[in-house]
């Protein structure tokens, strides 16, 4: 029996025979492999076409996403294997992640702010009282829409370097940046749960955007033997 550790790379490039349960070699260079991992979890991982990354004006060589179940990740691979096989025909990105150009701002309007009065967006899935409506709209309003309201939730997606040096540069002078990494983080859950992106590729990013300001405000009010106010964790 063939070892299950090849990289995808040797077997384009050598055309090495592999277990079929464990690998599904697709046309030119359209490699897949879903494995399975200790968590028993499946991870599916593809390469693109060189092709297909110069017609969708993508620098990024693989998809990658873990699946609950091996059903769950082989619907997946036959999903992107034909989308995939849509470019190479058509020879246009229309048909692979068109909506993920849609920008941030309308993104947020006609999509993510229905969901999240509906309880839709967070772990807790409970729905929000209406100050807490109000109050998360103020934050877009005031602070995250003026950063990303312009920009495409894909190219915000595709420059991760981009994103954390804005939030960054917020955390400089916003206490409250935790919940503002909160929520532009549900924003790009959900645009991948609807696939207008392959996935979120921010999530790992904006976990190191520390809190300086927060910080700073609460050494001044140590020296002070007092606490941060509510004002002070929202400004």
Do not use: C
Not at 134 to 147: A, C, E, G, M, Q
Not at 165 to 173: C, D, G, N, V
Not at 204 to 216: A, E, N, T
């Amino acid at each position: 029996m063939a070892p299950l550790l090849y990289s995808l790379e040797a077997v384009y490039n050598q055309n090495l025979v592999v277990p079929t349960f464990w690998f599904a070699y697709k046309k030119v260079e359209n490699n897949m492999a879903i494995t399975k991992l200790k968590s028993n979890h499946y991870k599916l991982e593809v390469f693109y076409p060189k092709e297909v990354r110069q017609i969708l004006g993508v620098t990024t060589e693989r998809y990658r996403k873990t699946f609950r179940t091996k059903k769950e990740a082989e619907q997946a691979e036959k999903d992107l294997s034909q989308k995939i096989q849509r470019v190479l025909n058509e020879k246009s990105a229309r048909s692979f992640e068109l909506s993920g150009h849609i920008k941030f701002k309308e993104f947020y309007e006609t999509v993510w702010l229905d969901m999240y009065i509906a309880g839709s967006t967070g772990r807790s899935r409970q729905i929000p009282t209406a100050t807490t409506v109000s109050n998360t709209k103020d934050v877009f309003r005031l602070h995250i829409l003026p950063i990303f309201g312009e920009y495409s939730i894909k190219f915000l997606n595709d420059n991760k370097d981009f994103v954390l040096r804005t939030l960054m540069k917020k955390s400089q002078t916003y206490a409250n940046i935790k919940i503002i990494k909160s929520y532009v983080n549900q924003i790009f859950d959900i645009a991948e749960l609807l696939e207008y992106i392959e996935y979120n590729r921010i999530e790992k990013v904006i976990r190191y955007v520390g809190d300086p300001k927060k910080q700073q405000l609460k050494a001044e009010r140590q020296l002070n033997g007092e606490a941060l106010t509510a004002e002070e964790l929202i400004a």
